[in-house]
């Protein structure tokens, strides 16, 4: 065009180049940038509009299309950029040495020999490109920025010695996802960037990056393509990809272009191999000259560019065919490999599909459908059939919006893989591609508005898969936080026992005791016990301090240690029978801060005194059995008292030698001296019961409540004794015993008869049944003879039985009562029960 001026602005990476064509095209009164991928338009087209507003520019690519009324600016993806340039005073081509890429090349060729602006044109690329550019546009002034930073090698470096903000470069899927996943393990995550993502889950992968919340990306030869990332290292974890045609070695202007990620404006960037991630143990290398190369920006030049008829004749589809595989006049340029949309057109001409394709209009028409991009990158067989079920659509005119919108709903579906995820966003950018065409479907906004809406759906469930599976955001921020100062962990400890680091769990406080989040992998359980063993004692301290000084409400004995809430705080060493028990602080205890330790040891002492006053008896007899003066008779019935927890048989008691006189002192103590036992009533008592069972003294069973009397069993619980089919409270049993000795000597006493009748009306009170009364007061020594029931046809009150003391011929001899003194029954009785 004349008075057009056309600048090539080549150089590396990180020269500013972008950013110069935006000011240049903000300085024009119209503006067209063409860009090769969707996601750098959408960039520029973000940053132009917070310079001019958001009515005066335009975004126009395959998949998306907006077009305020009155846009004078418009940043677009390189096939659906208008070849005229839209007529705007200023046109950009970014990334102009794709022209000689073997898929899409032919299309950025054309957009440079013939896309012009009115007042200034801007080529932008490799410096590569430039012996092309003199020849195929004589007219341009060519500039040669230099790199604003520089790019140093420094070898291979293991995945555990990668710098922090390195990004791993990986040329398959599979190999990104191996990476991902030991950075994962090791490192606490990464994000993932691959080409086959949508470009809104890519950028929400790169914002996962950027923020800093990872510190890797593993990702494809995609990055090197115009991302903007804060990357101090490039990493590559192989040097050969397949190409479409073949596996080959990347070329060192492709490894530099990746390679230049690292660094940023002013701040220089370091490149390298990854190690340890081949099979055979021996890690990509950089041969000397590709080093040179990359850190020198030296590279062999581009012989030539692929190029493809722009504008090919639609008289037919067999003219439409060899036009487009007619190759270019210019001998710089390359007939562009058979691509996608070619191939797809001459597998359909051949179908019955196209057999009424005939016309300039049908012609022309059927090409745009076979120009359907194929985001599912499932081959040119699938693509092919999918493209010629769109036709039939196609060809009765429009597709209805009912069919549009089911097959939208179809894949409206957040369920799934990530593999099924990726799929269903190829399948819904097919369709967001349709919506777009204004002469393809009926309700085109609305229809394109949905799929926009469902690809936004599925972009945001797979960022969250790709997050779930290879960001462990707890472990990045320990390794971070470790790596300063263990101590200085910013972790939180919530009412509920629960701890966070920035809102990230490593699990939960029981008492004093950290146990790690169950959910957390085994690999990560040591580190997650190393950042809370360093962090938490200081955390632990003010709640051992605050437990300290409450009521200690949650506090109980159970099991012979100091619980709460479940957790043991310390174990009761007991020593020579002492009630007392001296307490081992548990391991949680004595890690501890000093000062707090020795407060909550002083608190859980104070409150277990309080807690054993109701064993005061046991103290006393504890303390009388180590009196000298009690003499040792008295001091061993003490003993056995003591190792009873209260009470003896009078069998086992050992009193057939302690002197009479010394039972006033050990009944001033508490101690009763029963017909069939020995004891402390106060410690047959539900509480001091529960204390020495909870104490650990007494392991014998617990009646908890203490009832007189219940049902019999083999294992007794403490303080009992058999009653044929009951047991009954041993305090209770003297009781009733004391009862019928005195029923006893007051019949003896008005009749020196032997027998006398008792009445029941006690022990029945208590809850013995009749046969377990006479069971009791036989072990007593008491004998009973049935009254004979009434003679047949005779009335009245059934006579009683009668009873007598019979004590057995062994107690007798062991014993050896004084005969009773004459006309005093209580005496008597009093002598029978010493």
Known sequence: ?????????????????????????????????????????????????????????????GEERIEPKNARYMCCTVEAMPRDGASAAFVALDEAQLAADRERGHIF????????????????????????????????????????????????????????????????????????????????????????????????????????????????????????????????AGLTKFDGMRMRRLLPAEMAQIA??????????????????????????????????????????????Y??????????????????????????????????????????AVEPVAGDVRGHGAVRRFWEACSLPDFRQRGPDVHARFVARLWQDLAEGYIGADYVAARISELDNMSGDIDTLQGRIAAIRSWAYICQRPDWVLARDEMASRARAVEAKLSDALHARLTERFVNRRTAILMKSLGQDAGMLPIELSDSGEVSVEGEVLGHVEGL??????????????????????????????????????????????RGAIRWNGQELAKLEHRDGAVTPLLRPTREVTTLPEAARAKLMAALEAWLATKLEPLAPLEKMHHAASNPDAGSQARALLLNL?????????????????????????????????????????????????????????????????????????????????????????????????????????AQAKDRKRKFVLDYSLPISIGLEEGNIARLLGNAGFRVQKAKPLAEGRFGPPRPDRWEWRPSRRKQERSKPAPPREGNAFAALADLVR
């Open 642 to 746: 003591i190792a009873g927890h209260g009470y003896v048989t009078r069998e086992k008691a050992g009193i057939e030698h302690l002197p009479k006189e010394m039972r006033p002192f050990l009944r001033k103590i508490g101690v009763t001296f029963g017909a069939l036992d020995i004891f402390a009533p106060a410690l047959l008592k539900p509480a001091p019961r529960q204390l020495l069972h909870a104490l650990g003294l007494d392991r014998r069973p617990l009646q908890e409540a203490m009832l007189p009397v219940i049902p019999d069993a083999r294992k007794l619980p403490s303080g009992y004794r058999h009653t044929g089919s009951q047991a009954i409270r041993i305090d209770l049993a003297e009781k009733i015993l004391r009862a019928a000795h005195e029923s006893r000597a007051k």
């Open 513 to 558: 005791r950290f146990a790690v989040d169950p959910s957390a992998r085994h690999e990560d359980r040591r580190m997650l016990l190393a950042a809370a063993e360093k962090a938490l004692p200081k955390l632990l301290g003010e709640k051992a301090e605050a437990l300290a000084a409450s009521d200690m409400e949650e506090i109980e004995l159970a």
């Open 1 to 61: 065009m004349q008075g057009s001026a056309i600048k090539a602005v080549l150089g590396p990476t990180n020269t500013g180049k972008t950013h110069l064509a935006i000011e240049r095209m903000a300085a024009h009164s119209s503006g067209c940038m063409g860009f090769p991928l969707r996601l750098l338009a959408r960039e520029v087209y973000d940053r132009v509009r917070a310079i001019k507003g958001d009515d005066a520019v335009a975004l126009i690519t």
């Open 109 to 236: 060729t054309d957009r440079l020999l013939n896309t012009r602006g009115r007042e200034e044109t801007m080529l932008l690329g490799s410096a590569t490109l430039e012996p092309l550019v003199r020849e195929l546009v004589p007219k341009a002034e060519i500039s040669d920025r230099p790199r604003f930073s520089t790019l140093t090698y420094i070898g291979p470096r293991k995945l555990s010695r990668l710098p922090p903000r390195s990004a791993i470069v990986a040329f398959s899927a599979e190999q990104v996802y191996a990476v991902a996943e030991m950075l994962r393990r090791f490192r606490g995550g990464a994000a993932v960037v691959m080409g086959a993502l949508s470009p809104e889950t890519r950028n929400k992968q790169v914002a996962l990056f950027q923020s800093g919340e990872v510190d890797y990306i593993v990702a494809t030869d995609a990055i090197g393509m115009g991302l903007n990332l804060d990357v101090n290292h490039v990493a590559f």
């Open 307 to 348: 190029g493809r008829e722009p504008e090919p004749r639609f008289d037919s589809l067999p003219v439409l065919i060899s036009d487009l595989e007619a190759p270019p006049d210019d001998p710089a340029l390359r007939l562009a490999p058979e691509a996608i949309d070619l191939a797809t057109l001459k597998r359909l």
């Open 260 to 305: 230049g990620r690292a660094g940023r404006h002013r701040r220089d960037g370091t490149f390298g191999t990854l190690a340890g991630t081949n099979k055979h143990g021996t890690p990509p290398e950089l041969t000397e000259e590709e080093v040179y190369a990359i850190e020198e920006h030296r590279f062999a030049p581009l012989t030539h560019l």
